[in-house]
């Protein structure tokens, strides 16, 4: 089991840069893939990116690409979610989530720990 806090969201231009962090508890965090979610107001649920368990293979939605990079440092049980160029349409509410699966990580309902959010505002 696994416990998640992110930090790092705030207000940031258009154009501008975050850097968001997930830090978990639990001795088993190198076990799990991870991954970033948003949601914004009124939206479902989307997925952002996920890589596995030892950081080798990585996944982004096709509206991050490019400009998001997701890592992780499992000696630190942190996964880091580095964004660039942001946009107004970036603006949500960003969850790291931690799954056991291998696959198919852009489905949330694989998920089995999540943490409480952290806001990210871009302002245009």
């Known amino acids: 089991q696994i416990q998640l806090v992110e930090s790092g969201g705030g207000l940031v231009q258009a154009g501008g840069s975050l850097r968001l962090s997930c830090a978990a508890s639990g001795r088993t965090f190198s076990s799990y893939a991870m991954g970033w979610f948003r949601q914004a107001p009124g939206k479902e649920r989307e997925f952002v990116a996920a890589i596995s368990w030892s950081g080798g293979t990585t996944y982004y939605a096709d509206s991050v690409k490019g400009r998001f990079t997701i890592s992780r440092d499992n000696a630190k049980n942190t996964v880091y979610l580095q964004m660039n160029s942001l946009k107004p349409e970036d603006t949500a509410v960003y969850y790291c989530?931690?799954?056991?699966?291998?696959?198919?990580?852009?489905?949330?309902?694989?998920?089995?720990?999540w943490g409480q959010g952290t806001q990210v505002t871009v302002s245009s």
């Open positions: 989530a931690g799954s056991l699966y291998v696959d198919y990580l852009h489905l949330g309902s694989l998920y089995d720990y």
